[in-house]
């Protein structure tokens, strides 16, 4: 705290609660008053950034507020803080209508409103009643709340003022445990979660919302999913009408996993790259394939169609990949000598299914699990130079194994560009116009599912 200074400042009548900016950090006020024995008002802020504070709230003995950090408080002069402007003075100069006709008039309904220059860094100060708001706000469908420092019991608090709302995304927000929502969020379609630290076993809270078509998930640390409705290889009654599954950046490593994503009868694209999943042979097309046939009603995987020819080849390779397992676990060419155990059915529920469309595995077409070896895990990749178009292309045959700084290393005894300055991306001859950065050095070539014939793009500053 500073000396004694008598400044009142300009503080508005309603300021605890509002957002702050004190010499470029963010803050949320929490209180405003005297703290003796200094003269003079002064704001006690909490920071969204803890290592900026102090104190818990308190002076000499006296708690003036709290807050979540016990360093994460400050007490400052008014002068010294900025309350910006506010929503509706932002929404004006953006839209240029009339905020005192909002709530008189369906100004909301005639246009789309966009949360441009709200997109991070942002707390927003919730009202006691949210459900008196709902006639200002009934006609929004598309509302964007990225990186608000939100939790998911807040933004249900808050739902009942968006009955109509249809794409919601909360990415980045403070967003855990999930709980179901009641009477609000029904008429969603879309919802991004991504960016949140998600628990497991709370995403099932959603499973009710009857329109949702789209839910996004990636990056929040999801490991397991399960829908225990029904057994292996049934149709669960969650998410009845999700078609579209966003898991990218996750810890999935388990199979079974897979086989419970193949529970929603609904669901016809997924994505799901750099996760833990790998096949035996370590091998990133082995890996789709065991996708493609262990989720049978699947149209896209990763962005990209999935043609008649690649599932008849990935539930034949099945077929034969697992078969010599499945005669050691019972089955039998003779349908009614068939019986295999209730293991292999609950690690393969797929099986049944696939020997039904195509027939048992003859002995001569087994596969057998061979070692991984070197062999089995080199993929070709051209190094193209977007940025030097008179430099010709670099054709080489990688392990895919190979750690993205060793690829940079071989780069630099080609190029002599120094590692520090190499910015890689690549390119999928599946995936037209799209462009995936590689940007983590100690990951795999795998781990970005770079598959044999990849485009890697070199770029250096």
């Known amino acids: 705290m500073g000396g004694d200074q008598t400044s009142t400042g300009d503080v508005p009548t309603d300021a605890v609660g509002r957002r702050v900016s004190c010499d470029g950090e963010r803050a949320t006020v929490r209180y405003v008053g005297p703290v003796p024995p200094t003269a003079g008002l002064w704001l006690g802020v909490e920071w969204d950034n ?6 818990d709230g308190s002076h000499k003995g006296v708690q003036y507020f ?10 400052v002069r008014p002068e010294k803080a900025s309350f910006g402007v506010d929503f509706l003075t932002a929404v004006q100069e953006y839209y240029m209508f009339d905020t005192e006709k909002v709530f008189e008039e369906d100004v909301v309904s005639s246009r789309t409103l966009e949360f441009i220059g709200f997109k991070s860094h942002n707390r927003l100060h919730f009202p006691s009643d949210p459900s008196a708001h709902r006639h200002a706000f ?33 990415a980045q927000n403070n967003i855990t445990e999930l709980q179901r929502p009641v009477e609000v969020l029904q008429s969603l379609r879309m919802l991004d979660l991504s960016g949140n630290a998600l628990v497991d076993d709370s995403v099932l809270s959603l499973a009710a919302l009857p329109r949702l078509e789209n839910l996004r998930m990636s990056t929040t640390g999801l490991s397991v999913l399960r829908f225990d409705d029904v057994p292996p290889g049934g149709k669960s009654s969650a998410f009845p009408a999700l078609k579209t599954l966003y898991l990218e950046d996750n810890n999935i490593s388990q199979w079974c996993v897979v086989d419970e994503l193949a529970k929603l009868q609904s669901l016809v694209s997924l994505t799901c790259r750099r996760n833990r999943l790998v096949s035996s ?3 990133a097309r082995t890996t789709n394939q065991l996708l493609i046939a262990k989720l049978g ?10 043609l008649p020819e ?3 080849g990935a539930e ?12 050691k676990a019972g089955g039998h060419r003779d349908p009614q000598q068939s019986h295999p155990s209730t293991q292999f059915t609950s690690q393969h529920p797929c099986y049944q299914s696939l020997i039904d469309k195509y027939g048992a595995p003859e002995e001569g077409e087994l596969k057998k699990q ?9 993929i070709n990749i051209t190094f193209v130079f977007p940025d030097d178009p008179d430099r010709k292309p670099i054709q080489k045959k990688l392990p895919v194994s190979m750690v993205v700084q060793k690829v940079k290393g071989l780069l630099y005894r080609l190029l002599k560009i120094p590692v520090a300055q190499l910015k890689l991306s690549y390119t999928n001859s599946k995936i037209v116009g799209i462009e995936i950065e590689i940007d983590r050095d100690l990951k795999p070539l795998i781990f970005y599912s770079i598959e044999d014939g990849d485009e890697v793009l070199v770029r250096w500053s």
């Not at 803890?50 to 104190?55: C, F, Q, S, W």
């Not at 709290?66 to 007490?75: E, L, R, V």
């Not at 034949?316 to 005669?327: N, S, V």
């Open 316 to 327: 034949l390779d099945y077929i034969k990949m697992f078969g010599e397992e499945w005669l």
């Open 50 to 55: 803890p290592e900026r504070g102090k104190h």
């Open 297 to 306: 009603q699947l149209v896209f995987l990763n962005n990209c169609k999935i």
């Open 370 to 378: 061979r070692p991984f070896a070197l062999k089995n895990q080199l």
């Open 66 to 75: 709290t807050c979540g950090h016990p360093k994460g408080g400050s007490f």
């Open 281 to 283: 042979d370590k091998n």
């Open 138 to 170: 009934s006609s929004i469908k598309v509302l964007s709340l990225i990186n608000c420092a939100l939790t998911w019991p807040q933004i249900l608090d808050c739902a009942s003022m968006w009955p109509q709302l249809e794409d919601l995304c909360v």
């Open 310 to 312: 690649d599932r008849r």
